[in-house]
């Protein structure tokens, strides 16, 4: 039962004081960072295989490396305190607040408020004295409800995040789950949107969300609608628990078995039945081994800030198949201006921790520099599989058609847990097949974004960007000259080509149409100097003008790209 | 940058301190330079495996915002400067309303310098595209005045002067390291390099 907070002790709170704690654990997570960024030069520096080789060496550095991975993991614990006490101290301030003005608000006719926080009612006034008095009671009690919640959520995630759970803590917190799971887990079942999803987990105290975060989150880490900070939490949790589960002898067994099999001259490799059960057992190893390698570089690129100085954000990952991963430069929830980027074709698990995520950071990087913008969260989403092969898979709708929901639910979870999501620019960026990916989404499940770019885009299956769900004035369209993605959308094969306002070539009927134009806004990219394959990926490369473009319009100064 | 990539000179362990080196000598001739307010770098794959493209980014304090000097003059002065010291400007934007965007030149020696306008926000970008990936990043002490706490070079090791003497005999500067020399105080000019320009 929660320890309810009594007016007195919420009317002479100092919560300066408890501020002061929350910039205090901030400044030791900043102290960490500093010694972990110290450790990581040393490693990379000084103690790098030039300077100092042999199995020492590596022992040293391998050492060296687990231990900032742990010091990063106490910075992330003692970040998450500080934000867990900075909550705290506003729902206090708003309660505190409250209460002080409702008692000066207090007819002293009618009714008086004792030091316990008791409204008595003037009974020498009747009956009208007692409602009042009663109803005055009532908001006195929701004010110190409000309050009791903020430290019940407060001591829960100081608990949770600094691991100082007792056993019987834990226990009530494992009840608390088990009478929620079976709530969240009907309404997965039922397909609740992503608001029905939020407002579920509205409705529930502090407390009770963190009992379904430490019990569940693998019910949480992938789910839209749940806020960006408590996905980010369950998915490191899932990933570093995944991680842990391969055998830690994986590579040695890959090294002995592909000696075991190198022993097979050519015929003994026909005559001998275990060869093939070894091959195929090689083979299974291998594939988990970069299984292994793909999430272990997740969550390598995610352990720092990026180059903004933002947090990054883990909102969902699966390492089935090519991988999937969707990672956010940047809180979404709290930002100004959010971009959710869309990759193309040959996007994986491997190119979401390398190449994808990089572009992104970029994006954030060039936004952060438009004055007076405020902070742009940039979402690096590969919540799809992507197509493979450009030639064989790319003209195919079925992965624009499988990614088009989660897209747009992704979306709306976006909007669903935005703190202010009226006051903030939403852009849904896409890049070759992404494109696709957004106009099939856009216009079969709807987006809640107010901008969409296109970027060297080899069609998006509607005709106009009025069939996008937002103004054409906020559509973008962008292709460098020499992109060989030109002729493929020229084709027609996946819509028209959004940056065209003239003829198209319609494949099925064999003939060139006549056609008034996508609509929306083109603007300028380079292409580099490079050749058609190279300007299809370079558009974020150093100088492209469509860099300083994307800024813009992720900054809702779009009337200025050009 | 096709992928016949031509090799640069220099590699990994050298690319933050030529662009450092270039951001130096494209900010030695502007008059009244108020210094940098922030560092930061940024890393981007390269379609070629084993290369790989960074990028170096200053910006102007925030008091510059707007300001005719650094939005109109700069231009004008980098579009004399740039060439005259065998940088070849190779990319000039506009705004819709005809004021200038960005200004971009490249260096002999394959570094880019980007000077960029963001709406009255000026960032001076260097960068190096695809680099091979060999050797450790070290960058010097950040130039024009930025405080540490601004100093945000994720992408590469800082070495202090003494250490980026050392760092000569793998990366060979002309008349040393002058260009590396942080500025002391905002608008001062770096006396490295007085007859180099």
Known sequence: MPMPISYQALIEADIDALQAVGEAWLQVSKDLEEHLATLDDYRTGDLKADNWDGDSAEAGRTRIKEFAADLDERAAQARRVAAAVEDACSGFRTSQNGMTMLAGMIDKEQASLSADGTVVPNTAKGTAAVDYASGMQSQVNAHLEDATAADEALKAAVALYAETLSTAEEAVLDQLAAEEVGALQDLIDDGASPEEVNEWWNSLSGEEQIAMLENHPELLGGLDGVPTDTRDYANRELLEAELDRFSPTLDADIVALQAEIDQFNDGAKFLNSSYDAMTDELERLEAERDRRDGLNSLQDAIREQAATGQDFYLLGYDSAGDGKAIVSVGNPDTADNTAVYVPGTGADLSGASGGLLDRAETMALDAGDIPGSGETAVVMWLGYDAPDNPALDSPRMSYAEDASAPLSSFMSGLESTNADPDGTNTTVVGHSYGTTVIGQSASEHGLATDNIVAVASPGMVVENASELGIDPDNFYATVAPGDMINPVAETGALGPDPTDGGVNFDIGAGTFVDWHGFGGNTFTSDNMEGNAKEIHSNYWDEGNPARENLALIFTGNGDQAS | ?197
């Open chain 2, 1 to 197: 940058m096709s992928s016949d990539l031509p090799e640069l000179e220099f590699n990994l362990d050298e690319a933050f301190l030529r662009m450092d080196e270039a951001i130096g000598e494209t900010i030695a001739r502007l008059p009244d330079f108020p210094g940098f307010y922030e560092r930061r770098t940024l890393q981007l794959k390269c379609a070629e495996e084993g290369r790989e493209s960074y990028e170096i980014s200053y910006t102007l304090p925030e008091a510059t915002i707007g300001s005719e000097l650094v939005t109109m003059d700069y231009f004008e002065v980098l579009k004399e400067h740039w060439p005259a010291i065998g940088y070849e400007i190779h990319a000039e934007r506009k705004y819709p309303d005809g004021n200038p965007k960005a200004l971009e030149a490249t260096r002999s020696d394959g570094v880019n310098v980007w000077y960029s306008n963001m709406l009255g926000q000026i960032v001076i970008h260097a960068q190096v595209a695809c680099v091979r990936a060999e050797g450790s990043p070290v960058c010097g002490p950040p130039l024009g005045g930025v405080l540490p706490e601004n100093d945000n070079h994720k992408h590469c090791q800082l070495v202090t002067p003494e250490e980026t003497e050392s760092a000569d005999a793998i990366a060979p500067f002309k008349d040393g390291q002058a260009m590396l020399r942080p500025f002391e105080q905002p608008g001062r000019e770096p006396e490295g390099f007085d007859g180099q320009l």
